[in-house]
């Protein structure tokens, strides 16, 4: 099986896997920040990766304040 984020072999000894793929353990980061993620302890959105603080929140939760941090600070927004 071919780890979706560098294309490459994964083998068993090197496996991670989340979101029903299977990843290199160095390779399972989110999509926003590149923190390294573990199986299990992320969110993800359209089958990728993201750490749950902030950045899902901020990107995906909802807007206003206490949400996720200053990213998801957005005036004029209703």
């Known amino acids: 099986m071919k780890c979706p984020t560098c294309g490459k072999e994964v083998y ?3 496996r991670v896997s989340s979101m029903g793929k299977d990843y ?3 390779c399972l980061r989110c999509e ?3 923190k390294t993620l ?3 302890g992320h969110s993800d959105h359209e089958g990728k990766p993201y750490c749950t603080k902030p950045c899902y929140g ?3 939760g909802p807007g206003g304040y206490g ?3 200053t990213e ?3 005036f ?3």
């Open 58 to 60: 901020a990107l995906f």
């Open 72 to 74: 998801s600070h957005v």
């Open 38 to 40: 573990t199986a299990g």
């Open 24 to 26: 290199h353990r160095p």
């Open 32 to 34: 926003k920040c590149k």
């Open 67 to 69: 949400h996720g941090g």
């Open 76 to 78: 004029g927004k209703k």
């Open 12 to 14: 068993f000894a090197e």
